[in-house]
Protein backbone atom coordinates (compact mmCIF):
# COMPACT_ATOMS: atom_id res chain seq x y z
CA UNK A 1 0.00 0.00 0.00
CA UNK A 2 1.57 3.67 -0.77
CA UNK A 3 1.90 5.81 1.65
CA UNK A 4 1.86 9.87 -0.03
CA UNK A 5 3.19 12.71 1.85
CA UNK A 6 2.12 16.00 1.49
CA UNK A 7 2.85 19.87 2.25
CA UNK A 8 0.87 21.00 5.10
CA UNK A 9 -0.62 24.26 4.12
CA UNK A 10 -0.24 26.02 0.26
CA UNK A 11 -1.08 29.58 -0.60
CA UNK A 12 -1.60 30.52 -4.50
CA UNK A 13 -2.91 34.45 -6.13
CA UNK A 14 -5.63 33.88 -8.12
CA UNK A 15 -5.76 33.34 -11.59
CA UNK A 16 -2.36 31.72 -11.16
CA UNK A 17 -1.41 27.82 -11.59
CA UNK A 18 -1.76 26.41 -7.93
CA UNK A 19 0.88 23.22 -8.52
CA UNK A 20 0.20 20.87 -5.13
CA UNK A 21 3.24 18.50 -4.64
CA UNK A 22 2.96 14.70 -3.37
CA UNK A 23 5.22 12.35 -2.59
CA UNK A 24 4.34 8.69 -2.97
CA UNK A 25 8.10 6.90 -2.86
CA UNK A 26 6.89 3.41 -1.56
CA UNK A 27 4.04 2.91 -4.28
CA UNK A 28 4.88 -0.17 -6.94
CA UNK A 29 3.98 -0.70 -10.33
CA UNK A 30 0.39 -1.12 -10.91
CA UNK A 31 -0.94 1.29 -8.31
CA UNK A 32 -2.80 4.82 -8.74
CA UNK A 33 -2.72 7.93 -7.65
CA UNK A 34 -6.06 9.42 -6.83
CA UNK A 35 -6.70 12.80 -6.10
CA UNK A 36 -9.78 14.16 -4.01
CA UNK A 37 -10.14 17.46 -2.51
CA UNK A 38 -13.09 18.92 0.16
CA UNK A 39 -13.77 22.11 0.40
CA UNK A 40 -15.02 23.58 3.81
CA UNK A 41 -17.95 22.10 5.14
CA UNK A 42 -18.72 19.62 2.20
CA UNK A 43 -18.30 15.86 0.83
CA UNK A 44 -14.50 15.32 -1.02
CA UNK A 45 -14.91 15.12 -4.54
CA UNK A 46 -13.22 13.24 -6.99
CA UNK A 47 -10.28 15.26 -9.35
CA UNK A 48 -8.23 12.67 -11.25
CA UNK A 49 -6.39 9.93 -10.82
CA UNK A 50 -3.31 8.45 -12.89
CA UNK A 51 -1.08 5.49 -13.24
CA UNK A 52 1.97 6.65 -15.52
CA UNK A 53 1.05 9.21 -17.73
CA UNK A 54 0.41 12.65 -17.48
CA UNK A 55 -3.29 13.21 -17.68
CA UNK A 56 -5.94 16.22 -17.95
CA UNK A 57 -9.24 17.00 -17.73
CA UNK A 58 -11.43 19.82 -17.37
CA UNK A 59 -10.67 20.14 -13.79
CA UNK A 60 -7.11 19.49 -13.58
CA UNK A 61 -3.72 18.03 -15.36
CA UNK A 62 -1.74 15.49 -13.43
CA UNK A 63 2.01 15.23 -13.64
CA UNK A 64 3.44 12.29 -12.37
CA UNK A 65 7.74 11.71 -12.54
CA UNK A 66 8.79 9.44 -14.68
CA UNK A 67 10.15 7.06 -11.34
CA UNK A 68 6.26 7.27 -10.30
CA UNK A 69 7.79 8.58 -6.85
CA UNK A 70 6.01 11.48 -7.00
CA UNK A 71 3.38 13.73 -8.72
CA UNK A 72 2.21 16.98 -9.04
CA UNK A 73 -1.20 18.28 -8.85
CA UNK A 74 -2.14 21.38 -11.27
CA UNK A 75 -4.81 23.78 -11.44
CA UNK A 76 -4.06 25.77 -14.28
CA UNK A 77 -5.68 28.81 -13.37
CA UNK A 78 -6.51 29.55 -9.34
CA UNK A 79 -9.99 30.35 -8.74
CA UNK A 80 -11.35 31.66 -5.26
CA UNK A 81 -13.36 28.63 -5.30
CA UNK A 82 -10.59 26.59 -5.45
CA UNK A 83 -9.80 27.15 -2.07
CA UNK A 84 -9.60 23.37 0.05
CA UNK A 85 -7.88 20.75 1.85
CA UNK A 86 -6.51 18.62 -0.92
CA UNK A 87 -5.54 14.72 -1.09
CA UNK A 88 -3.73 12.86 -3.34
CA UNK A 89 -4.08 9.21 -2.24
CA UNK A 90 -1.89 5.94 -3.31
CA UNK A 91 -3.70 2.74 -4.27
CA UNK A 92 -5.06 1.12 -1.08
CA UNK A 93 -6.57 -2.20 -3.59
CA UNK A 94 -9.97 -3.31 -3.17
CA UNK A 95 -11.62 0.03 -3.51
CA UNK A 96 -10.86 1.43 -0.18
CA UNK A 97 -9.56 5.31 -0.34
CA UNK A 98 -7.07 6.42 2.43
CA UNK A 99 -7.13 10.10 3.30
CA UNK A 100 -4.15 11.80 5.01
CA UNK A 101 -3.90 14.78 6.58
CA UNK A 102 -3.85 16.35 2.69
CA UNK A 103 -2.62 19.72 1.48
CA UNK A 104 -4.87 22.74 2.25
CA UNK A 105 -4.81 25.14 -0.70
CA UNK A 106 -5.87 28.71 -0.13
CA UNK A 107 -6.32 30.54 -3.27
CA UNK A 108 -5.86 34.70 -2.40
CA UNK A 109 -7.39 37.21 -3.91
CA UNK B 1 -29.46 13.34 -10.48
CA UNK B 2 -29.91 14.47 -7.19
CA UNK B 3 -26.74 12.84 -6.03
CA UNK B 4 -25.55 11.05 -2.83
CA UNK B 5 -28.77 11.95 -0.22
CA UNK B 6 -27.78 11.63 3.93
CA UNK B 7 -30.28 12.45 6.73
CA UNK B 8 -30.24 13.92 8.88
CA UNK B 9 -27.97 16.73 8.40
CA UNK B 10 -27.24 17.41 12.16
CA UNK B 11 -27.84 15.08 15.04
CA UNK B 12 -27.83 16.05 18.80
CA UNK B 13 -28.28 13.43 20.71
CA UNK B 14 -27.64 12.70 24.88
CA UNK B 15 -24.99 10.08 25.37
CA UNK B 16 -26.58 6.60 25.78
CA UNK B 17 -29.00 6.95 22.85
CA UNK B 18 -29.56 5.19 19.48
CA UNK B 19 -28.58 7.08 16.32
CA UNK B 20 -29.36 6.34 13.12
CA UNK B 21 -27.88 8.00 10.08
CA UNK B 22 -29.31 7.43 6.62
CA UNK B 23 -28.10 7.77 2.94
CA UNK B 24 -29.99 6.69 -0.30
CA UNK B 25 -26.68 6.80 -2.93
CA UNK B 26 -26.84 7.77 -6.32
CA UNK B 27 -28.97 5.47 -8.79
CA UNK B 28 -27.55 3.07 -10.35
CA UNK B 29 -24.54 2.94 -8.17
CA UNK B 30 -23.40 -0.52 -6.31
CA UNK B 31 -20.92 0.18 -4.14
CA UNK B 32 -21.76 2.25 -1.09
CA UNK B 33 -19.34 3.55 1.44
CA UNK B 34 -19.21 5.01 5.30
CA UNK B 35 -16.68 7.48 6.53
CA UNK B 36 -16.36 9.55 9.52
CA UNK B 37 -14.33 12.64 9.79
CA UNK B 38 -12.82 14.35 12.78
CA UNK B 39 -10.44 17.15 13.54
CA UNK B 40 -8.14 14.51 15.44
CA UNK B 41 -8.25 11.00 13.30
CA UNK B 42 -9.41 13.30 9.68
CA UNK B 43 -11.27 11.13 7.39
CA UNK B 44 -11.74 7.41 7.96
CA UNK B 45 -13.48 4.15 6.00
CA UNK B 46 -15.76 2.64 8.26
CA UNK B 47 -17.52 0.03 6.44
CA UNK B 48 -18.38 -0.41 2.49
CA UNK B 49 -21.10 -2.69 0.45
CA UNK B 50 -20.59 -3.89 -3.01
CA UNK B 51 -24.58 -4.61 -4.53
CA UNK B 52 -26.17 -4.38 -0.89
CA UNK B 53 -23.38 -7.07 0.90
CA UNK B 54 -20.69 -5.94 3.00
CA UNK B 55 -17.07 -6.28 2.35
CA UNK B 56 -14.89 -4.70 4.56
CA UNK B 57 -15.97 -3.82 8.20
CA UNK B 58 -12.68 -3.40 9.59
CA UNK B 59 -12.84 0.37 9.93
CA UNK B 60 -16.04 0.12 12.36
CA UNK B 61 -14.89 1.44 15.57
CA UNK B 62 -16.23 -1.24 18.32
CA UNK B 63 -19.70 -3.28 18.32
CA UNK B 64 -21.94 -0.29 19.19
CA UNK B 65 -21.68 0.60 15.37
CA UNK B 66 -23.42 -1.58 12.60
CA UNK B 67 -24.53 -0.98 9.09
CA UNK B 68 -27.32 -2.33 7.08
CA UNK B 69 -27.71 -1.80 3.50
CA UNK B 70 -31.41 -3.82 2.87
CA UNK B 71 -31.63 -2.60 -0.97
CA UNK B 72 -29.75 -0.88 -3.38
CA UNK B 73 -31.17 2.23 -2.64
CA UNK B 74 -31.02 3.00 1.02
CA UNK B 75 -28.60 2.54 3.45
CA UNK B 76 -28.40 3.22 7.73
CA UNK B 77 -25.26 2.96 10.19
CA UNK B 78 -26.83 2.74 13.67
CA UNK B 79 -24.82 3.98 16.88
CA UNK B 80 -26.16 2.32 19.73
CA UNK B 81 -25.46 3.13 22.86
CA UNK B 82 -23.78 6.69 21.42
CA UNK B 83 -20.87 8.40 23.51
CA UNK B 84 -19.74 11.88 23.14
CA UNK B 85 -16.12 10.52 21.60
CA UNK B 86 -18.74 9.24 18.32
CA UNK B 87 -19.40 12.98 17.51
CA UNK B 88 -18.20 13.41 14.82
CA UNK B 89 -19.42 14.47 10.77
CA UNK B 90 -20.35 11.36 8.60
CA UNK B 91 -19.84 10.70 4.82
CA UNK B 92 -21.74 8.43 2.85
CA UNK B 93 -20.38 7.88 -0.38
CA UNK B 94 -21.10 5.84 -3.79
CA UNK B 95 -19.78 4.49 -7.02
CA UNK B 96 -20.09 1.98 -9.68
CA UNK B 97 -17.79 -1.15 -9.57
CA UNK B 98 -15.98 -1.78 -12.64
CA UNK B 99 -13.12 0.41 -13.88
CA UNK B 100 -14.52 3.75 -12.10
CA UNK B 101 -14.86 2.27 -8.82
CA UNK B 102 -12.30 4.91 -7.31
CA UNK B 103 -14.19 7.85 -8.35
CA UNK B 104 -16.78 7.70 -5.52
CA UNK B 105 -19.27 10.38 -5.12
CA UNK B 106 -20.07 11.65 -1.70
CA UNK B 107 -23.24 13.15 0.34
CA UNK B 108 -23.56 16.55 2.23
CA UNK B 109 -22.22 14.11 5.73
CA UNK B 110 -24.16 14.63 9.00
CA UNK B 111 -22.93 15.82 11.24
CA UNK B 112 -23.61 14.06 14.79
CA UNK B 113 -23.01 15.65 18.29
CA UNK B 114 -23.24 13.30 21.29
CA UNK B 115 -23.22 15.01 24.59
Known amino acids: DAKTTQPTSMDCAEGRAANLPCNHS???????VYWYRQIHSQGPQYIIH???NNETNEMASLIITEDRKSSTLILPHATLRDTAVYYC??????????FGQGTRLTINP | DAGVIQSPRHEVTEMGQEVTLRCKPI?????LFWYRQTMMRGLELLIY????????DSGMPEDRFSAKMPNASFSTLKIQPSEPRDSAVYFC?????????????FGPGTRLTVT
Open chain 2, 93 to 105: ASSSAGVRSYEQY
Open chain 1, 50 to 52: GLK
Open chain 2, 27 to 31: SGHNS
Open chain 1, 26 to 32: TISGNEY
Open chain 2, 49 to 56: FNNNVPID
Open chain 1, 89 to 98: IGDQGAQKLV
